[in-house]
């Protein structure tokens, strides 16, 4: 879900990663992500899609896909737009690892809030060590979710998904816990912050507004709720793990 500020130049100008061995390129390293997340969402991968992503322009889009396909890392499915090969998905896997413990390690360590975090984790993603990141996971009890609930791939490569809705999705009676916030938008984190609204909580639908308008929820547990209209960007925002 999201538009990366100052990640144009960045895609532009980077060929090096960090000293690890066998790390590809800075700009490689964010089309495969941007792919990735694109797919987790539902979206087709389009060239204009990931232009859009990553703040670049349609033809960059395009060169870079086209080496991505030469290195085996995507393929053109048709009626489906790019997909990521297995090794694509390795790889994007290995960037979210690092990007995910960056941010939950910057969080639990260092004070920072979880609209803050997301700028730093994108550049340092690209230049910490494989050994700093082990080292990180273990200082942090190799957490499965990072601050706004992403899962965090494993070592290997896999990771643990949990069965979730959107909000946008639920209908009224339906009450669930809030798992996960997928806009890194720092205004819209900072609205939930404000307003009570974070990972863990309990969230029930109160009504649906006709044509497009809010979805009304209690947040919280009787009698402590709190009742809250939220628009459909927020709405689509996060995802509720049903009860």
Known sequence: ????????????RSETSSDSPNRRSSAIEDYVRAI??????GEEVTNTSLATRLAVSPSSASGMVTKLSQQGLVAHVPYRGIELTGEGRLLARSVLRRHRLIESYLVSELGYTWDEVHPEADLLEHVVSDLLIERIAAKLGNPVRDPHGDPIPAADGSIEELPTRLLDELQPGAVGEIVRVWDTDPELLRYLSEHA???????????????????????????????????????????????
Do not use: N
């Not at 990735?36 to 969402?41: F, I, Q, T, V």
């Open 1 to 12: 879900m999201e538009s990366q500020p100052g990640r144009a130049d960045r895609v532009a």
């Open 197 to 243: 609204i974070s990972l863990g909580e309990r969230i029930e639908v109160v009504e649906r507004q006709p044509f497009g308008g809010p979805v009304v929820v209690r947040v919280g547990a009787p009698p402590d709720s709190a009742t809250h209209a939220l628009g459909r960007e927020i709405a689509q925002a996060l995802s509720v793990a049903m009860r």
């Open 36 to 41: 990735y997340g694109l797919a987790e969402r």
